[in-house]
């Protein structure tokens, strides 16, 4: 079975701190992502990587940078939060291009 | 950018009931997926189809491509389906786009 694994289920940071995501596959995917999901609005790509060092912005990368350094993780970076980065965030990660995502099981970011 | 919409939006249920979500796109796609989310839990590929039916076990999917409309059915709904579903087109490209999703409980 695919393992996405993400570093953190629940993190309370204050408006300025700097926040450091973490997700590791276990699978050898070349394909991983970053979401966020906010009610009513669904889920939205941040960022994508299709290779290690390789990365695409998506619909919302404003406030947000990523890292793929090995094949296997995917760092989201958040170097100043703020409130409205409030949110349940999710990595994903595929084998082929358009084909099935495996999701972590989330963070859950509060910004105070 | 392909609008994905799905309904109902929210969907309350007696066990052993046939449910049906809904979902359309705007835009020709490659693959159309349906996800399950649970409570505080990761989220779940159940289809992922590109032309007619796909089932597994109580589900059935199925996509009518020339009218943009795809179908989730769950037969003989049970307590553990409650959910939220969520539709999800992919075409050309990495990037999937998703519908907010339908809440659904299933009530004993």
């Known amino acids: 079975d695919v393992k996405v694994t993400q570093s953190s289920r629940y993190l309370v940071k204050r408006t300025g701190e700097k926040v450091f995501l973490e997700c590791v596959q276990d699978m050898d995917h070349e394909n991983m992502f970053w979401y966020r999901q906010d009610p009513g609005l669904g889920l939205r790509l941040i960022y994508f990587?299709?290779?290690?060092?390789?990365?695409e912005k998506g619909d919302i990368p404003e406030g947000y940078s990523v890292s793929r350094e090995k094949k296997e993780r995917f760092s989201l970076i958040l170097e100043s939060v703020s409130t409205n980065q409030t949110s349940m965030y999710l990595c994903?990660?595929?084998?082929?291009?358009?084909?099935?995502?495996?999701f972590g099981p989330g963070t859950r970011l509060t910004v105070t | 950018k392909n609008e994905v919409e799905q309904s109902p939006q929210n969907l309350t249920a007696q066990e052993g009931e046939f449910i049906t979500i809904n979902c359309s796109y705007s835009v020709g796609i490659s693959a159309l997926h349906w996800l399950q989310q649970h409570p505080g839990g990761g989220i779940v590929s159940l289809f992922m189809l590109s032309s007619g039916k796909k089932k597994h076990g109580r589900l059935i999917a199925t996509i009518n491509i020339q009218e943009k409309h795809s179908s989730l059915h769950i037969t003989a709904s049970h307590p553990r389906d409650s959910a939220v579903y969520i539709c999800?087109?992919?075409?050309?490209?990495?990037?999937?786009?998703f519908g907010t999703g339908t809440s659904l409980t299933v009530i004993p």
């Open positions: 990587s299709y290779d290690v060092k390789m990365k």
């Open positions: 999800a087109v992919s075409y050309t490209g990495n990037q999937f786009y």
């Open positions: 994903a990660s595929s084998l082929f291009t358009g084909y099935e995502q495996y």
